[in-house]
Structure formats: structure tokens, C-alpha cells
């Protein structure tokens, strides 16, 4: 049995790695020293971690300018490496434990991998010493207080499955090419202690569609194969959200992953996992999910920007460079499977000798789990243990130009100008899903080094910034009725390119009845930017640009409404001042790159159109604010014509009916028109005409398909109301669990009491026989992340819908009295009062909802929060509509309004 090569492999690779590949060989070697030797004198040295890893705040992150600590295994000082700031404390010494493993474990491989193939004993010998700690420890630690499934060592599930998977290659490389009498005893212990109870943990939390879920089934591919365990393997292969299904439905037909390039190369190099394992185990891929597994090494480098960055869309982090070793040794993976001239050309430019070389991190990566470091020249000798086993022995590297490129599944039109220096980009198509951005129609315009129109990507998922980074608002992207974008995938209508000028055109539905298109039209020194909306009611449609300050006079300072939620994102706003247009005014705007060029802009907007200027959170890492400028109109069809330069090409803009004419300053003059074949461009300069026609291509066999995904609120799933009075009693089916099942946890209950003692009136009881009582005061600050810190102690969730009227409120006793806390995204203009009083083992909570009478129905959930001592997050939720199956993680005070369950009130 063999998880990724095979004996006759490793000895064949053996002359590789002392060959072609001997400066990554001396390299790996020459960093796993230190390691070697501490190992070697035994278990009295703390090499393996007595302390399970915690997430705060906190922990790990510099608290002037938000930079993950500098990580160092041999130092465990907390060091900022932008501002040299040193921290001390648990949670940093907690969080620490985190990139710790997972480099220990990345360590074991390494000794596995050279001792084997340089017939390094000591290498061996290391391996199996480390081995035997790790599983030695591993059910010391607590599966507790994690933060996105189960895990001991680590707070989610599915760092333990990158770290278990490290571990296990590690045993697999020493069984297959090292095999003896010890080794055979020492792989008995490590499946028994560590292999078989992790794999178990892993396989109770399936994670469907998610990157994270790639890992957790390339951890139970290697796993099962290691304990024999067909069952297992079939599942994580064939199941429902088994490799298969991720290969053939999150990764795109494109080669795209769903939830964007930061995700795609985190999930893509799951899959290469996956793939190497089962066909290692005799289960090849289709061809077809190998053409799309393919496709995918070079799908993320199609998107670039001039400075070869990844465009920060989605959760990704902003301005991540590509000039790191990871994504080198993807290119080099992709070609270890079949040829790419794609491939060849990011590889060319990536081992470029003329690019500077800085710390490349790999003395300290942390397996699979990046950070992001500065761009830095690289060579084949700084790729990792994945390199050295699968890499080619020589390439041959040419560097072909960017050019212009759609990715249809993805839902991205780019359009390069100047050699690839000038990059314009519609986002329109696939929402991403959790990681996605309510961003669809979402325009990015960079030139070189100068970010004019820029998404910002995400800050830490811990902080309460990370609200403003997931709004439309956030974006150059339009939104409706001053609220964020509903989840929609958007559809593409036009594509083309042609030297002299190329289109993009695109439609979302960002309500039931609005349906919005954006044109965004290419010259070589100039852009037009147009967004039209139609419906069958008036909507108000606002167009934010980020970056640039409002040039038009007359703007005053005003408050500038919009919707309450966090991920609305006008809270953020700053330095608001309003403009009122007249008919057929224009307005202009500047933004400055920080080369000091230009960008300048001039819109024409419906009559009675409000401009506005504010100031808004900068990209994550980035000092101060930013300015913008927000349009606004109310109206059932409108549209926003907008000219961009970032050369000051354009002297002036006019709309003339459905046309727009632009005349530059070197005196040519251009009308475009939209025609029923595309879009075309008349130009006369100097008295010359030339007319460029850019036609609408459709690519057939995309995966997007326009479709609005239910906007939250707008129904209710359970089909007939209920009648009052009606009691509930709380228990197995109602339980959404964390680390324990609801038999594990004790089989908490809950009774919940609905009545109507006056026709104004509904009183809603809650009575929890069995609880420690603790709970965390409103004005508690949580150290763990961004929720309310109430919600991980004992307490309510109340969510009830009357008509127009809403209330999401959080019940927590204080002392003699009741707290009630607004939860966010709800309107809470349906009164509630309530009040608790202490029961002999537990507590009990009365609330009233004072519900117009005339009202024929109205709609509830209670969830009942529970914890016990020692515990840092709740351990489960009661959830009165029903939590089977489910899991609390990551869910804070957030419900679904779709989810309550109807009541109806007779005898109105």
C-alpha cells in the first residue's frame, strides 16, 4: 500500500533529488537540521505542543496595523514584521500553537520524504521519533471551544484534516521506502492513537461544498487507506460532497473554483490530494474531471494583475502576490501532469533572475495553510517537499504576454490593454457562496502599479471591520434601496475584443422585480461605464466609486441614510456631504495613483439624482480612509453613463438620446451607440472616419444562469399557521450541536409556551428546567471574534415577523433584571418586553409581543443558548423550528427569517 508513489517510484526519484533537483534537496535538508536535533534528544524538550490552539481577537495580529505576527518555530517571540512591535500574552502564545503545528507536521514529511530518498537515517530516525510524540498527544487534547467543526489540536476541522494528512504521507513515505520491524510497530500505534480517532472526529462534520470540505476528504482518502477502511474511502470519494462532486460542481467548467482565486489555490491543492490518492489507490479521474482538475492549475493565473497580484475578490486578502513559492509549485504540479504553455510562461516569469530575492518563508511555512508574504525572485530551489517528489527534472521557460480573457463559469470579463499594463474587469457572474461578496456588476480599472478601482478583499474574519469589507457598498458595484445585494449570480450578455476598442456587458437581478445591466466599453485611453436598471416599481439604484473625490461644486454636509445592517455598510460611513442634480447636469470626479496620475471621471445621471462624497475604511493594512463618491436615484428605469481616463484624454461627455458622445482633447471625437448586433463606436478624427463594430458573444456551455436566490424574509417555509395556545417541548430534534451530540451534551431541553391573553398581545414563554445559569452580560467585550460574547453563554434568541414588522432580539438575565439586545438585520419595530425570574435548576423567561390586533398572523423561533463551565463558546442552541442535523458554528446572533414558524391569530 502506497498513499501517493510507489517503492519503485521513490528510487527511481532518488537520483532526481541528488541530481536536477539537488540545490531543493540541500535546501530542505539544511532547514530541517535544527528540528533534527532537538528531536534527537528526546521527549524532555517541548517539540510537540501540550496546548490545544485558540482564534481570538486578538491573538496573533498587531493592534496598529492588523499584520499577522511574525511566526518564527525556533523563537516564540510575537513580533510585528511591519512595525517591529513586540507582544506578549495567551492569546498570542495560543494562537502561535497554530502555525506551529501545522510546520511541525509539514517538518515530518520532509525528514519522511529525505530520509528516504537520500538515505538519510537521521532524517528516519526524526520522523519516527516525532511521529510517536505527535501520537502520543493527540487525545490529551481537548475537542472543545472550537470555532468551525470539531478538532483537538487546532479550533477547526479542517486544519486537523491538513495536519493529519501531513502526518500520515509521512508514515506512508517511511512504510513504502524504509519498511522494518520497528517501523510496523510504530504504525500499529500512530493508526491507533492518532490516525483512527482523528479520522472519526473529521468524518462527523461534513462541510458540503466548501474549500474546507476538500481537505477534510483528502484526510479521509489518505486515512482510509491507511486503516483499510472501504467504506470510508467511497464515501470521500463518490459521496455527496466527496471529491467527485467538488471536481464536477465547485470547480467551475472553466477550471475556476466557485469562491474566487484566493480560495481556488487553497482548494486546489486539496484536490491535487485527492487526485494523487485515489489514483494512487487505482481510482484515476474520469477525463473530464481531469481536463477540469487541469484547467484549474492555470485558471487563477488568467485573472493577474499588471503587478502580478491576484485581484482581491471575495475573502482574499488584499494585494497577494504571486511571487511566492506556492503558487511556483503549483505551475510546476500542473506540468508534472500534462503540458501548458500557460503554465510555462507564469513559471517563466516567476523564476526570473532579475526579480530581487527576499525571504521566501519557507523555513517556516506552515503546510498548506499560506502566509502571505512580499513578492520575492524564486527558483526552483525554493519549493517545497510537494517538488521534490512530483516536479519535472528540467523546464524550458517562455514568457508570453497577458492578454484579454473570460472566465464564463466564474462570471469574469477582463479586458487588458497597453501590453497587459491597463486591466479592466466586470464581476458579474457566480456569487461565490459564504465567501463570496455581495458584489455582482463589480468594476476594477488598474493601471501598472496604480489601483484606481480596486475591491478591497477581507480583513481578519475576527474583527468588526470585516462588516464593511462584505458589503456592496465596499465595492465599485451598484446596490438597491440602500441595502446590500441579495446572493444572485449574474449573467453575461456581450463579450468581445478586438485591438482598436473591446465590451463587456452584464445583468444581475438585484431585486424580485429590477433587473440591472452594466456596459463597460474599452478604448486604449478611455472607458465608458454604463448601468441601466428597469423594473416594475420605483427602486432607488446607487453606484458607488472608491477612490476618487466629487470635482462638481456645491456639495453640503448632510447625513446620509441607507440601510441599518452591518453588511449594509453606511455605519462606516464618514464626512458625508450631499448634491442634488438638475436636469442634465454632469458631474465630475478625480482620483489620484500613487505616482501621482490621474484618474478623472465625468458622469451624466437623471434629473433629481443625489451625488454624494464621504470617506470610507481603507483596504485592509492601508492607513486612514479613502474618499468616495455614491449617485443615487430613486426612479423604476434610469441609467448612469460614466467616462473614465487615466491619461486625461477626454476633454468632454454628452448623452444625445441613446448615445454617447465623447470628444477627446487631441480633437477626435467618438459616438458610441448600442445596435442590435453589439455596440459601435463611430470615430472621426482629422477628418477620417472609422467605425468599429463590437459584436455580443454568449459562450455557450456556461454554468451561470441567471437566477435571484431567495431574498431573506420574503416568505415562510412551514405551510399552514398554527394556532394558539401552543407549547413545545425542546429536545433531541430541536438541538444544533457543536463538539457533542445532544445526548453527549447532556440532552438539554427547553419548553417554549405560545399564547394570546388579549387580542394585542402575544406571550411567548421560555422555561429551561436544567442550566448553570452562566451568563455574559450585554457590555461583556468578546476577546474570540466579532459576535455579541453573550450568545456563548446561557441566553435567548427571540425573531418574530407581524406583517411589515420585525424584531430580532438577544434576552439575557442580568441580576434582578432582563437585558434585551437589537439583533442586527432586523427592523425591531415590533415592540417586545420581557422579564426572567431564577427556577430551582434553571431559569425561565417571559416575553410579550405587542402585535396589532388587526393582524391575521404573525411568525416566531426561540433559540435557547447553552454552555457549561470551562467553556469559552456555547456548546449547543435549542432551536424551536427545528436543529437536527446542524451545526452552531460560526452562526453568532444570525437567523434566517424564512425559517420561523407561522402562527395565526383568530378572532381578529
Not at 495553510?369 to 517538488?387: F, H, Q, Y
Not at 431573506?712 to 457533542?740: C, D
Amino acid at each position: 500500500m502506497s498513499l501517493l508513489v510507489t517503492a519503485e517510484y521513490l528510487q527511481t526519484r532518488s537520483a532526481v533529488a541528488l541530481d536536477s533537483l539537488s540545490a531543493l534537496t540541500a535546501g530542505l535538508r539544511s532547514e530541517l537540521t535544527p528540528l533534527l536535533e532537538l528531536a534527537a534528544l528526546g521527549a524532555e524538550l517541548p517539540v510537540v505542543p501540550r496546548e490545544k490552539a485558540l482564534l481570538s481577537r486578538s491573538g496573533g495580529r498587531c493592534t496598529i496595523d492588523g499584520a499577522l505576527l511574525r511566526f518564527d518555530p525556533f523563537d516564540p517571540r510575537h513580533v510585528c514584521p511591519v512595525c517591529n512591535r513586540e507582544y506578549a500574552g495567551g492569546l498570542h502564545d495560543r494562537f502561535r500553537l497554530y502555525w506551529y503545528q501545522l510546520w511541525l507536521a509539514e517538518r515530518v514529511v520532509h525528514a519522511a520524504l529525505l530520509g528516504v530518498l537520500t538515505n538519510d537515517e537521521s532524517c528516519r530516525d526524526g520522523a519516527a521519533a516525532l511521529l510517536n510524540q505527535i501520537s502520543e498527544q493527540y487525545l490529551r487534547y481537548p475537542n472543545a471551544d472550537n470555532v468551525l467543526g470539531p478538532s483537538r489540536p487546532f479550533f477547526s476541522t479542517y486544519l486537523e484534516s491538513i495536519w493529519l494528512l501531513q502526518l500520515m504521507i509521512a508514515l506512508d513515505l517511511l512504510e513504502t521506502g524504509a519498511p522494518s520491524a520497528e517501523l510496523a510497530s510504530l504504525g500499529a500505534r500512530v493508526r491507533d492513537r492518532l490516525i483512527a480517532p482523528s479520522a472519526a472526529l473529521i468524518g462527523s462534520f461534513d462541510e458540503g461544498k466548501s474549500n474546507r470540505q476538500v481537505w477534510n476528504n483528502a484526510a479521509l482518502l489518505a486515512a482510509a487507506r491507511m486503516l483499510d477502511d472501504r467504506v470510508c474511502f467511497d464515501k470521500a470519494l463518490h459521496g455527496k460532497s466527496g471529491l467527485h462532486s467538488h471536481l464536477g460542481n465547485a470547480l467551475l467548467a472553466d477550471g475556476s473554483w466557485f469562491e474566487g482565486e484566493n480560495y481556488h489555490l487553497f482548494a486546489h491543492r486539496g484536490l491535487w490530494y485527492g487526485a494523487m490518492l485515489a489514483s494512487a489507490a487505482g481510482h484515476p479521474l474520469p477525463t473530464l474531471l481531469e481536463d477540469r482538475f487541469c484547467e484549474g492549475f492555470a485558471a487563477p493565473f488568467r485573472t493577474l494583475l499588471p503587478d502580478l497580484t491576484h485581484p482581491s475578490r471575495r475573502d482574499s486578502q488584499h494585494c497577494v502576490s504571486v511571487r511566492q513559492p506556492r503558487f511556483a509549485e503549483s505551475c510546476e504540479l500542473g506540468l508534472a501532469r500534462r503540458d501548458d504553455v500557460r503554465l510555462v510562461s507564469m513559471l517563466a516569469r516567476l523564476y526570473d533572475p532579475s526579480i530581487p530575492r527576499r525571504d521566501t518563508g519557507r523555513p517556516s511555512s506552515s503546510a498548506d495553510v499560506e502566509r502571505n508574504l512580499p513578492p520575492t525572485g524564486l527558483a526552483r530551489s525554493d519549493l517545497s517537499w510537494r517538488a521534490l517528489l512530483c516536479a519535472r527534472e528540467a523546464l524550458s521557460l517562455v514568457a508570453q504576454p497577458f492578454v484579454s480573457d473570460l472566465l464564463p463559469a466564474q462570471g469574469l470579463g477582463i479586458l487588458r490593454r497597453d501590453g497587459g499594463r491597463v486591466y479592466v474587469s466586470l464581476d458579474y457572474g457566480h456569487s461565490g457562496g459564504g465567501h463570496g461578496h455581495p458584489d455582482r456588476l463589480n468594476l476594477t480599472l488598474i493601471d501598472g502599479e496604480h489601483r484606481f478601482f480596486d475591491d478591497p478583499g477581507t480583513g481578519s474574519y475576527v474583527d468588526p471591520i470585516l462588516h464593511w469589507y462584505r458589503s456592496t457598498l465596499a465595492h465599485n458595484a451598484p446596490l438597491v434601496d440602500g441595502h446590500s445585494q441579495p446572493r444572485v449570480h449574474g449573467a453575461l450578455q456581450a463579450y468581445d475584443d478586438e485591438k482598436r476598442a473591446g465590451w463587456v456587458s452584464a445583468h444581475a437581478q438585484l431585486a424580485p422585480d429590477l433587473d440591472v445591466r452594466r456596459t463597460i466599453v474599452v478604448l486604449d485611453h478611455y472607458i465608458v461605464d454604463e448601468l441601466r436598471w428597469h423594473g416594475s416599481d420605483s427602486h432607488e439604484v446607487a453606484l458607488p466609486f472608491h477612490g476618487v473625490h466629487l470635482v462638481t461644486e456645491g456639495a453640503v454636509p448632510a447625513p446620509m441614510d441607507g440601510g441599518g445592517g452591518h453588511e449594509d455598510g453606511f455605519e462606516f460611513l464618514a464626512d458625508t456631504a450631499r448634491l442634488t442634480l438638475a436636469k442634465g447636469e454632469q458631474f465630475e470626479m478625480i482620483g489620484q495613483g500613487r505616482g501621482g496620475e490621474r484618474l478623472r471621471g465625468r458622469t451624466v445621471a437623471p434629473a433629481g439624482a443625489t451625488v454624494w462624497s464621504a470617506t470610507a475604511p481603507a483596504p485592509p493594512g492601508s492607513p486612514g480612509r479613502d474618499p468616495l463618491v455614491l449617485v443615487r436615484k430613486s426612479s423604476r428605469n434610469g441609467t448612469y453613463i460614466t467616462v473614465w481616463s487615466w491619461t486625461d484624454a477626454v476633454a468632454s461627455i454628452e448623452r444625445d438620446g441613446d448615445e454617447i458622445l465623447v470628444e477627446l482633447r487631441d480633437g477626435a471625437r467618438h459616438r458610441h451607440s448600442r445596435r442590435t448586433h453589439g455596440w459601435c463606436i463611430e470615430a472621426i478624427h482629422a477628418g477620417v472616419r472609422d467605425v468599429i463594430d463590437l459584436r455580443g458573444t454568449v459562450p455557450r456551455g456556461s454554468d451561470i444562469a441567471p437566477r435571484l436566490t431567495p431574498v431573506s424574509g420574503t416568505h415562510w417555509v412551514v405551510p399552514a399557521a398554527s394556532t394558539l395556545p401552543a407549547t413545545f417541548e425542546l429536545g433531541e430534534h430541536h438541538y444544533r450541536r457543536s463538539e457533542f451530540t445532544w445526548q453527549g451534551a447532556g440532552a438539554p431541553r427547553a419548553t417554549v409556551t405560545v399564547s394570546r391573553p388579549t387580542p394585542g398581545k402575544v406571550f411567548v414563554e421560555i422555561d429551561v428546567p436544567a442550566s448553570h445559569r452562566l451568563f455574559v452580560p450585554l457590555t461583556t467585550e468578546n476577546q474570540l471574534d466579532n459576535e455579541p460574547a453573550s450568545i456563548n453563554g446561557d441566553s435567548v434568541q427571540l425573531y418574530a415577523m407581524a406583517g411589515a414588522r420585525t424584531a430580532g432580539v438577544l434576552l439575557v438575565p442580568d441580576g434582578a433584571h432582563l437585558s434585551m439586545r437589537p439583533i442586527a438585520g432586523w427592523t425591531n419595530d415590533l415592540a417586545v418586553d420581557a422579564r426572567w425570574r431564577m427556577t430551582s435548576e434553571g431559569y425561565h423567561v417571559e416575553a410579550t409581543l405587542h402585535i396589532d390586533g388587526r393582524t391575521p398572523e404573525f411568525a416566531l423561533d426561540v433559540l435557547v443558548n447553552e454552555v457549561v463551565p470551562g467553556r469559552a463558546r456555547r456548546r449547543g442552541q435549542l432551536v424551536l423550528s427545528g436543529g437536527e442535523g446542524e451545526f452552531v458554528y460560526l452562526r453568532g446572533d444570525r437567523h434566517d427569517p424564512a425559517r420561523l414558524i407561522r402562527f395565526a391569530l383568530v378572532n381578529v
